[in-house]
């Protein structure tokens, strides 16, 4: 499953990058302050919390 | 009447929450959410016990929360008209008392205390009875029936519960034991007679 | 190429036809199993890029891809490439015809193939052509007015006759009985006369100048030989053999006469394919017609997006059109409806008879507000713990 298409990439970076915006906690450290630069950075290193479900 | 109740709803876990324990934190949202809202049709909520289990996290559009599937077990207080209730009065006032319940208060209104004409003491906070002498005063124990429920879930401070004790068997504490010792008296009365 | 390594072509998850082509390429070639490998590494992943992600939104692209052509066309109708004097309907009215699953084309047109006996030889391919095409009794005789005695006379031209391959006797029964089957006039009688070549029409009526004229006209008029919508057939030598091509389109009645080669022979009409050949025919039809008419204006549409058109034209067995009285008018959502043509109409009668719109569609959900159940809208997320 670990090859997402654009828009699960699109969605899940997108959600990750509003719940960083809204307060939750980092899976990595960085220097960056941007969410969405820091969700990219999370999800290019494979450890964002989100998933899809398939049908 | 007090329920023990299975009960499953949806949880928002605020995205700054997300790192905490799962169990706890869906408990304290839980019981944020629920503590003292009253439902019509399941009742009013006095706590959650136990958070039974836990389904699938969804994330939906437009929010970073996740939502949760929750089964839970909850003790809820269900009114029904009729039923008979035993409660606590915390204020009197000219136009009647008010008898705690436990999560929210009920009136026993002046007119369906007794058949007797009733007056109130404002010195002593009390309502007196005019011919028996009986009276109602702060902090006693009261059974009554319930003869009036509207239960507003959105305000549930402006819920308005009618209580009656216009009825044998129901009164005030003191009432009750007296007119209980009274009916032993008669009994004892009545066994001598037929001797 | 090894059997072996042809068997490792086979069990790839590709196309058939890249399987074939493959295989047909490297068929002399002598590959290296290092080269094999790497040259069907190289096709697969060609193939996994051009396939297309879940949840793209097709039906927006395909209908963008063959619209925007579409406003470069030109409404010109040029005579067909191949023959001078035949006329087609090309360009964008040929495409709106084609989406609209018209029942009749403005010009219908057959390409008829013949057998290989019939299509080598020139005069086999006239005999062929006369079967089919339209001729009238005019053309098999003089027709005159015979006032005096009240009656039409022709005299049929035996030369013709055997020209034609058609005997004076089949025209001398066809006649009569085609004038009152198919122009529907009965009020009159004939003799004939085989020997002579010679039929008579008397009008019932013996009075009337005016039923003798008319009698005339449905006497030069009918048709005797070939096939009735068939007005016109043209004979070529393309690559060797002989085509006919035709104005006018029968497919069935066609496909009956002998020498047809039944298997290539083609129409323009897709409404008679899909009666006689079936919906699948029609399916691969519409697509073969909207991709020549497209190539022949110069535009290249990706074959893919056109495919998808047809198949949505033939999904429920019938060609339907893709306007109101045909895909778009049967949508379930009551918005979509609305949305597209009709409006007030619409809205009413769904307000009349209680109906409840499910919003599981693009149009209504953009018309309500909400996300759309495409791309990135169509993705469902689960959180995983985060310990």
Known sequence: MQSYTRYERARIIGARALQISMGAPLLITTEKCDPLEIAIEEFQQNIIPITVKRK | ?195 | MTPEQEQVIDNETLPAKTKEQLKKFLSEKNISDDQFEEIIERVNSEYMSTRIEACEAVGVIAAQSIGEPGTQMTMRTFHYAGVAEINVTLGLPRLIEIMDARKEPSTPTMTIYLEPEFGADRDRAREVSWQIEAATLQEFGDITIDMQDMQVVVHLNSAVCEKRKIPVGTIIETAPRKIRERRHYRDFEHESDEKEGVINFMPKSRESYQNLFQLAEHVRKVIVQGIDDIERVVVRKESGEYILYTEGSNLKDVFDVEGVDTRRTRTNNINEISQVLGIEAARNAIIHEAVSTLNEQGILVDVRHIMLVADMMCLEGEVKQIGRHGIAGEKESVLSRAAFEVTVNHLLDAAVANEVDELSGVTENVIVGQPIQLGTGDVKLIAKPMN
């Open chain 2, 1 to 195: 009447m007090y329920y023990r109740m299975k009960l499953s709803d949806k949880v928002r876990v605020p995205p700054h929450r997300l790192g905490e324990a799962l169990d706890k934190v869906i408990l304290d949202v839980l019981q944020e959410q629920l503590e003292g809202s009253i439902d019509k049709e399941i009742g009013i909520f006095i706590g959650v016990t136990k958070v039974l289990n836990i389904g699938e996290g969804e994330i939906i559009p437009g929010d970073g929360a996740v939502f949760y599937d929750v089964d839970f077990e909850a003790l809820v207080l269900r009114l029904s008209l009729q039923e008979v209730m035993e409660g606590l009065v915390v204020e009197t006032t000219s136009f009647g008392a008010f008898v705690s319940l436990g999560p929210i208060d009920a009136m026993l209104h002046v007119s369906q205390i007794s058949d007797e004409y009733i007056s109130f003491d404002e010195k002593n906070s009390r309502l007196i009875c005019q011919e028996s002498k009986r009276f109602i005063a702060v902090g006693e124990p009261i059974r009554s029936r319930l003869v009036t429920l509207s239960l507003n879930e959105r305000e549930p401070r402006d819920s308005k519960i009618g209580l009656t004790m216009r009825q044998s068997g129901l009164g005030t504490g003191v009432w009750l034991e007296d007119d209980m010792n009274k009916e032993k008296e008669k009994e004892k009365g009545g066994e001598r007679g037929s001797q």
